[in-house]
């Protein structure tokens, strides 16, 4: 049962604690004796046109400057004459009327006339009714009307203090649920560092282990040295104090018989000390490496405390291709950039998966953390046809990339390529599909991008021919980035960009050169899903990525000329390399090549991938080929007349620009 907060309404005034006389009630609600408020702002100084409250302090705009026209608490002043005549009753104190002040309790006032400022009673009222000046005063009537519009005003409000009171329930919950998560953070950092102060102790016991040793090894070495030196002292000393002993004795017998066992001792003490380094060969040297400098630079970046917010996380791949394919599991990879294990931060994030047009179908959707627990994998996968939409949230804010939406089609079995319908235009190098269904394609030598609906009418016409914004010299690659359509010119080495649904020019990038934002007859395009347009610079042989208003971003250097490029899901790049006859790609922070195919790909020209991973490359000789994940050929068109540029829409239609056929042409 929700708590009681209704404050008590007591009838005396906050300013001189008696009974309310004349109330006024002020825009926060507090009411105060209209004397007291006069006092109040006769304090604050006359010239001022605003009043502060005396209990909350809220500055309020007087009218015309005035207390007077503050509006009148009627119901204040009718509570208060109650309480008063309450009070009078007990102390048995006559009851008078307003205005004809009859001493019987019988007569108590009935109504309130808001004219004349009196309770009347039943008499009074009907005598104020009958005489014509005051017929048409506003008579409150104190009874069943005056409480039925309080009771109305109540049940207004009954909707508001149930969840007002369970939103202040939920935040007295979380603070509780704060306190305790301060308190697990508190032990789990006291915890870690108590076992490096561990590591460090066990570490400072070691070395001093280590000195002792070799103190101890020194000092015996030192030790040794200093009693041979002692020895040789003591034989010499003895050998001398004997010889000289000997040498005075008269007795040539005596002396003879130790002579030479004396001075061959002598002697051999001499070449002794002849042979002995009188050095030390130790010294005192101790030496230490314990600079704690790089040690303290460390510890003050060691660890971190982090709250959990969703501007940290994105989705780093599965954004490139925004297509699904039916009952297949489509994975999306998640990542971090603080250094805080993933399966941390789990419990906070919330995913879904679910149909975009309303229907409650859910698909199925998985999150797990990798090896790394820097990057987690979702995985979700479609039940049927249709757009769905990927929610990634951490306490109901989405995370960067989120919501995605995906369009889910049927599968495709690409051993057999059906033709569906032709888009007749000039020679065209150049092929884009827009989520609502519209053809894109250049023409080459016209000077314009040509629009096409779903059947094949053409629909308007983008730029024209000549040299100034939104015109054309020879407009080759195209690429539709949301209703951007981006316009890739062979003569002018530079991308424009438009709006896809008006045509109108938004702006370009690009100009004849080598450096970076520079271009030699630039190609086709693709984009990351993450913001990055993918830029074949042909003749420079490379790939440049700029951001979506055309900032430069990186190259990635090529191995010969860099004809098309497309992006997959798990944002590894493939440029195909014409002269190469090959594929290269590479990772999607362009650090490392990853690997080469060729699959008997002459001269390829334009390249597309799917959700799923498969690989569609075309060559000016007229072959489409059609790989699987796994690098194998499933087919190869011949029946087309040098095809450049590839395209898939939402439905897995491929769609190639036939150049000697001056058509698009749609399997």
């Known amino acids: 049962m929700a708590e009681n907060t209704s404050p008590a309404i007591t009838m005396t005034c906050e300013v001189c604690s008696e009974y309310y006389t004349d109330p006024l009630v002020l825009p926060c609600l507090h009411s105060f004796c209209k004397k007291c408020l006069i006092k109040a702002k006769e304090k604050q100084g006359s010239a001022d046109t605003s009043l502060k409250c005396p209990t909350c302090d809220t500055s309020v705009n007087l009218p015309d400057g005035k207390i007077e026209g503050l509006t009148q608490n009627l119901w204040f002043e009718h509570k208060s004459k109650e309480a008063s005549i309450k009070k009078k009753i007990h102390s048995r104190e006559p009851i008078l009327c307003g205005k004809c002040r009859v001493k019987d309790s019988s007569d108590a006032a009935v109504v309130y006339c808001c004219d004349c400022g009196k309770f009347l009673c039943e008499y009074c009222k009907n005598g104020h009714k009958r005489n014509p000046e005051k017929a048409d005063h506003e008579l409150i009537d104190l009874g069943e009307a005056a409480r039925k519009a309080l009771k109305e005003s109540v049940t207004s409000c009954d909707g508001v203090i149930p969840p007002v009171t369970e939103a202040i329930a939920n935040g007295e919950k979380m603070l509780e649920q704060i306190a305790t998560r301060k308190e697990e953070v508190r032990q789990d950092i006291k915890k870690t560092f108590e076992e490096l102060k561990a590591a460090l102790d066990k570490r400072c016991n070691d070395l001093l282990m280590e000195t002792e040793e070799i103190a101890i090894a020194k000092k015996n070495s030192v030790k040794k040295q200093l009693d ?64 704690t400098t790089v040690m303290s630079n460390e510890i003050g970046k060691y660890g971190g405390v982090f709250k959990v917010d969703a501007d940290f996380y994105s989705v780093n791949s599965g954004q490139a291709i925004p297509l699904g394919t039916e009952q297949k599991e489509r994975k999306f990879k998640l990542t971090t950039n603080i250094p805080v294990p993933l399966d941390k931060a789990l419990q906070h994030i919330h995913t879904s998966f679910i149909k975009s047009d309303g229907n409650k179908e859910e698909g199925r959707v998985d999150i797990h953390v990798v090896k790394d627990n820097n990057t987690a994998i979702v995985s979700c996968t479609p039940q049927s046809i249709g757009g769905y939409e990927l929610s ?33 235009v000039g020679n065209t190098c ?64 530079c991308v424009q960009y438009f709006s896809a649904t008006t045509g109108q020019y938004i702006g370009q990038f690009g100009s004849k050169g080598n450096e970076n934002r520079q271009f030699s007859t630039p190609r086709g395009m693709s984009t990351d899903g993450k913001g990055n347009i993918l830029v074949a610079d042909y003749s420079n042989k490379r790939v ?49 090549q990853l690997d080469t195919y060729k699959n008997n790909i002459s001269y390829p020209q334009g390249i ?52 000697r056929n001056s058509r698009i042409m749609k399997y």
């Open 608 to 659: 597309a991938i799917d959700d799923e991973g498969y690989v569609f490359v075309s060559n000016n000789n007229g072959c489409l080929h059609v790989l699987s994940p796994d690098r194998k050929q499933v087919i190869k068109s011949i029946s087309l007349a040098e095809i450049y540029g590839i395209a898939l829409d939402k439905d897995g239609y491929i769609y190639v620009a036939e150049y």
């Open 228 to 291: 041979g030196f002692r020895k040789l002292i003591k034989q010499v000393s003895h050998g001398r104090h004997l010889a000289s002993s000997v040498s005075e004795r008269t007795d040539p017998g005596e002396v003879l018989s130790v002579k030479k066992l004396i001075s061959n001792q002598l002697e051999e003490c001499i070449e002794e000390y002849k042979e002995l380094p009188l050095e030390i060969e130790e010294n005192e040297a101790i030496l230490t490496s314990l600079d």
């Open 392 to 424: 990634v949230t951490i306490r109901g804010h989405h995370i960067k990339g989120s919501p995605y939406q995906l369009s889910v089609k049927a599968s495709r079995d690409y051993t057999t390529l059906a033709y569906q319908r032709s888009f007749n």
């Open 544 to 592: 440049q990525v700029f951001k979506e208003d055309g900032t430069f971003v990186q190259v990635i250097q090529c191995d010969g000329n860099a004809t098309d490029v497309a992006v997959d899901n798990e944002g590894k790049i493939h440029v195909s390399i014409g002269d190469q006859n090959h594929v290269q790609v590479f990772s999607s922070d362009n650090k490392n």
């Open 430 to 493: 150049g092929v884009a599909v827009h989520t609502n269904g519209e053809v894109f394609a250049s023409s080459h030598y016209g000077g314009f991008v040509q629009v096409f609906s779903e059947d094949g009418t053409a629909l308007r016409k983008i730029g024209s021919k000549g040299n100034g914004n939104g015109q054309f010299q020879c407009a080759w690659g195209l690429l539709l980035v949301g209703d951007r359509l981006y316009v890739s010119d062979l003569n002018l080495h």
